[in-house]
């Protein structure tokens, strides 16, 4: 019933910034509760940061938090990653989901939905 498609990643430097964005095709995109994974080669997906239904409660992963911050906006249908102070550990594609219900996980097994990815690439 939903379908996400990511957009906004590239290449940058160290310490900069970039803004990644999940468009979801749907009416019951306000009916999901979403998240941001990455995977950088030979580590396992892991999860990034998580939004409620209606965004009133986030949460993220320690490795970005104060970094990154996550939001939605239901009226266009599409969630955001505003990823500042970039290291090249962030070097990953990144991936967004979404989970039937109003509470985010931070477990890749429990979303529903998948984007495709889109690669950050972080140089030092």
């Known amino acids: 019933q939903v379908q996400l498609v990511e957009s906004g990643g590239g290449l940058v430097q160290a310490g900069g910034s970039l803004r990644l964005s999940c468009a979801a095709s749907?009416?019951?995109?306000?009916?999901?509760?979403m998240g941001w994974f990455r995977q950088a080669p030979g580590k396992e997906r892991e999860f990034v940061a998580g939004?409620?239904?209606?965004?009133?409660?986030?949460y993220s992963a320690d490795s970005v938090k104060g970094r990154f911050t996550i939001s939605r906006d239901n009226a266009k249908n599409t969630v955001y990653l505003q990823m500042n102070s970039l290291k090249p550990e962030d070097t990953a594609v990144y991936y967004c989901?979404?989970?039937?219900?109003?509470?985010?996980?931070?477990?890749?097994?429990?979303?529903?939905?998948w984007g495709q990815g889109t690669q950050v690439t972080v140089s030092s």
């Open positions: 749907g009416r019951t995109f306000s009916s999901y509760a």
């Open positions: 989901a979404g989970v039937r219900g109003s509470l985010a996980r931070s477990e890749a097994w429990a979303y529903d939905y």
């Open positions: 939004i409620s239904w209606n965004g009133g409660t986030t």
